[in-house]
């Protein structure tokens, strides 16, 4: 599944890959891998990029329009 929201909030916030990565405590390739859908991103990192991104899950998975 291709996580378009995970690239629209990191550019939103102008992060690079990198430094999401470090905020997951990942290397960049495996962020990367994630964002682009090539491996399913763990519970715990879309939990933990919506306390960062102060957002939803549900929104960072689709399931919602609303911020």
Do not use: N
């Not at 996580?3 to 990942?26: K, M, P, S």
């Not at 994630?34 to 998975?61: N, Q």
């Amino acid at each position: 599944m291709y996580f378009q929201r995970l690239e629209d909030l990191r550019v939103d916030a102008d992060l690079t890959q990198e430094q999401v990565a470090e905020i997951l405590h990942c290397k960049r390739e495996v962020y990367r891998r994630y964002e682009k859908g090539i491996h399913e991103i763990p519970v715990w990192a879309v939990i933990e990029l919506a306390k960062y991104y102060g957002t939803s899950t549900d929104y960072i998975l689709g399931l919602t329009d609303g911020r």
